[in-house]
């Protein structure tokens, strides 16, 4: 026997979005499956690796830690609304200092160093590093993603 | 075998009564606050329940008050609200430094004090400075509620006070002004999110060159986190010049029963948790 499902609406990257869920489904499930936003990933599924950070009302969360019911009415930006027209500053810096491998931790990467330019989180290497250190890399080293965070900050490709 | 959401049911309560009252209608149905300790077992299908009480709208379990005597937090104050405190900066460091250690950002950002208490690690962060600062909880159900000392909440490993129908609502601390001295330490694998191996908070007051107060308590050396009690008695009112240190460490072994686990080994943490003996006191005596 299966329980209800509940309408889960939010806003997804500005939009009004809704899906009927099981109110204990993960946030990254229903991003990835009912919204068929895919670039959030499942790395570890236990709150270690970052790979599906999301901002959900102004916070950085690992969505899967999030159950459904908990986003109920929230607003929640993903690695898809990071761009406008153009990439954002910071992933324009991504590319030019090779802040991505193989990509698998990028999405992650970018949405939690938007997370932590915007609340002026990267003040210095030390705090950018310290703000990333929930997003795990097994390619690049981190040194050029945290070189991309710092150049992304001061403004500077 | 992965979590089954959909053989799940989740109580939402709109607020502390209604709350109460579903609770003492279904005392199997587990608390579900930031969920970052109950999502991984869940997703992993290691969770058994199968009914939830979502705590995360309750407004009457948020917020920092402070009076002149007390600060009262509420159960989901989140480990980012205390690190963000000034308050709590100024006269409860240990708490803050605590919560900063807990997990990353995106921990911290879900992660409530209430959960971390609830949750009865031995390892968690936050309990060894509770306990230092000698906190109180409120554990409230349908019946009423009523307040107990932190360091009698612990009764064995996972095992607590709290009663199948009751929530832990609030978190009390006694202002003890500024000036007095606070030390934590965490000893983990790396910096970032790791549980820790041993970890030693205390807070203590010193006048007239003498040892006035003192709490010291750790983690992950005993089925829950523990006052070191014995060690306490051996250093109250010595002078900080002379502090007998060989009888310390020695009650200092005889207060904790640290095991082997897959996170290290008995004889390491006995060692480590008698190297942030020394630390401490060293801190509160310099040379
Ligand atoms: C990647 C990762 C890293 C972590 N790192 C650390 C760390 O470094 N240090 C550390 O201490 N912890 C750590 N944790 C564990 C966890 O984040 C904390 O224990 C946190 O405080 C749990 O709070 P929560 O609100 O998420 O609790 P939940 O997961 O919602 O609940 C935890 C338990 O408490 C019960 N509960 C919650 N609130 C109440 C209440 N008000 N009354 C009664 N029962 C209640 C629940 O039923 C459940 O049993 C980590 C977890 C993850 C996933
Ligand atoms: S998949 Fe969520 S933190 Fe790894
Ligand atoms: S680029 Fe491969 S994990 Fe980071």
């Given at each position: 026997m299966t329980t209800q499902k509940i309408l889960l609406k939010l806003t997804v990257n500005g939009e009004a979005r809704q899906a009927l869920v099981h109110p204990m489904s993960r946030l990254l499930d229903v991003i990835r499956e009912d919204f068929c936003l895919t670039g959030t990933k499942e790395g570890c599924g236990e709150g270690e690796c970052g790979a599906c950070s999301v901002i959900l009302d102004g916070s950085l969360v690992n969505a899967c830690l999030v159950p459904a019911i908990q986003a109920q009415g929230s607003t929640m930006r993903t690695v898809?609304?990071?761009?406008?027209?153009d990439l954002s500053p910071l992933q324009q810096a991504f590319l030019h200092h090779g802040g991505a491998q193989c990509g698998f931790c990028t999405p992650g990467m970018l949405v939690a160093g938007t997370y932590l330019l915007e609340t002026d989180a990267v003040q210095d290497e030390d705090r950018a590093r310290e703000g990333l250190s929930g997003n795990l890399c097994r390619c690049t080293g981190y040194v050029k993603i945290v070189d991309a965070l710092l150049a992304a900050r001061e403004g500077r490709p | 075998m992965r979590g089954q959401p959909s053989l799940c049911e989740v109580l939402t309560p709109l607020n502390l009564a209604e709350a109460l009252a579903l609770l003492a209608a279904h005392p199997e149905a587990r608390p579900l606050a930031g969920g970052t300790d109950l999502m991984v077992p869940f997703a992993a299908g290691r969770l058994p329940d199968r009914l939830f009480l979502n705590l995360w709208d309750l407004e009457e379990l948020r917020g920092i008050v402070v009076t002149d005597g007390e600060v009262t937090l509420g159960a989901l104050t989140l480990f980012r609200e205390i690190a963000a405190h000034p308050l709590l900066q100024r006269e409860f460091p240990n708490l803050v430094r605590s919560a900063m250690v807990t997990g990353a950002l995106a921990i911290q950002s879900r992660g409530s004090l209430g959960g971390n208490i609830a949750n009865g690690s031995p390892a968690a962060d936050t309990p060894p400075s509770l306990l230092a600062y000698g906190a109180e909880l409120e554990l409230t159900s349908l019946r009423g509620s009523r307040w107990v000392p932190y360091a009698d909440f612990h009764t064995g490993y996972k095992r607590s006070l709290l009663a199948p129908d009751e929530l832990i609502t609030r978190i009390r601390l006694s202002r003890m002004g500024e000036g007095g001295f606070h030390y934590f330490r965490k000893v983990g694998t790396r910096q970032a999110q790791a549980i820790a191996k041993v970890s030693l908070a205390a807070w203590a007051r010193v006048a007239d060159g003498r040892i006035q107060d003192l709490r010291l308590a750790l983690g992950s050396v005993a089925p829950m986190p523990i006052r070191a009690k014995g060690t306490e008695r051996i250093l109250q009112g010595q002078a900080i010049r002379n502090l007998p240190l060989d009888a310390a460490l020695a009650a200092l072994q005889a207060d904790i029963s640290p095991i082997d686990d897959l996170r290290s080994s008995a004889a390491f943490r006995r060692k480590v948790a008698g190297n942030l003996l020394v630390d401490m006191l060293r801190g509160l005596a310099p040379t």
């Amino acid at each position: 026997m299966t329980t209800q499902k509940i309408l889960l609406k939010l806003t997804v990257n500005g939009e009004a979005r809704q899906a009927l869920v099981h109110p204990m489904s993960r946030l990254l499930d229903v991003i990835r499956e009912d919204f068929c936003l895919t670039g959030t990933k499942e790395g570890c599924g236990e709150g270690e690796c970052g790979a599906c950070s999301v901002i959900l009302d102004g916070s950085l969360v690992n969505a899967c830690l999030v159950p459904a019911i908990q986003a109920q009415g929230s607003t929640m930006r993903t690695v898809e609304g990071l761009a406008g027209v153009d990439l954002s500053p910071l992933q324009q810096a991504f590319l030019h200092h090779g802040g991505a491998q193989c990509g698998f931790c990028t999405p992650g990467m970018l949405v939690a160093g938007t997370y932590l330019l915007e609340t002026d989180a990267v003040q210095d290497e030390d705090r950018a590093r310290e703000g990333l250190s929930g997003n795990l890399c097994r390619c690049t080293g981190y040194v050029k993603i945290v070189d991309a965070l710092l150049a992304a900050r001061e403004g500077r490709p | 075998m992965r979590g089954q959401p959909s053989l799940c049911e989740v109580l939402t309560p709109l607020n502390l009564a209604e709350a109460l009252a579903l609770l003492a209608a279904h005392p199997e149905a587990r608390p579900l606050a930031g969920g970052t300790d109950l999502m991984v077992p869940f997703a992993a299908g290691r969770l058994p329940d199968r009914l939830f009480l979502n705590l995360w709208d309750l407004e009457e379990l948020r917020g920092i008050v402070v009076t002149d005597g007390e600060v009262t937090l509420g159960a989901l104050t989140l480990f980012r609200e205390i690190a963000a405190h000034p308050l709590l900066q100024r006269e409860f460091p240990n708490l803050v430094r605590s919560a900063m250690v807990t997990g990353a950002l995106a921990i911290q950002s879900r992660g409530s004090l209430g959960g971390n208490i609830a949750n009865g690690s031995p390892a968690a962060d936050t309990p060894p400075s509770l306990l230092a600062y000698g906190a109180e909880l409120e554990l409230t159900s349908l019946r009423g509620s009523r307040w107990v000392p932190y360091a009698d909440f612990h009764t064995g490993y996972k095992r607590s006070l709290l009663a199948p129908d009751e929530l832990i609502t609030r978190i009390r601390l006694s202002r003890m002004g500024e000036g007095g001295f606070h030390y934590f330490r965490k000893v983990g694998t790396r910096q970032a999110q790791a549980i820790a191996k041993v970890s030693l908070a205390a807070w203590a007051r010193v006048a007239d060159g003498r040892i006035q107060d003192l709490r010291l308590a750790l983690g992950s050396v005993a089925p829950m986190p523990i006052r070191a009690k014995g060690t306490e008695r051996i250093l109250q009112g010595q002078a900080i010049r002379n502090l007998p240190l060989d009888a310390a460490l020695a009650a200092l072994q005889a207060d904790i029963s640290p095991i082997d686990d897959l996170r290290s080994s008995a004889a390491f943490r006995r060692k480590v948790a008698g190297n942030l003996l020394v630390d401490m006191l060293r801190g509160l005596a310099p040379t």
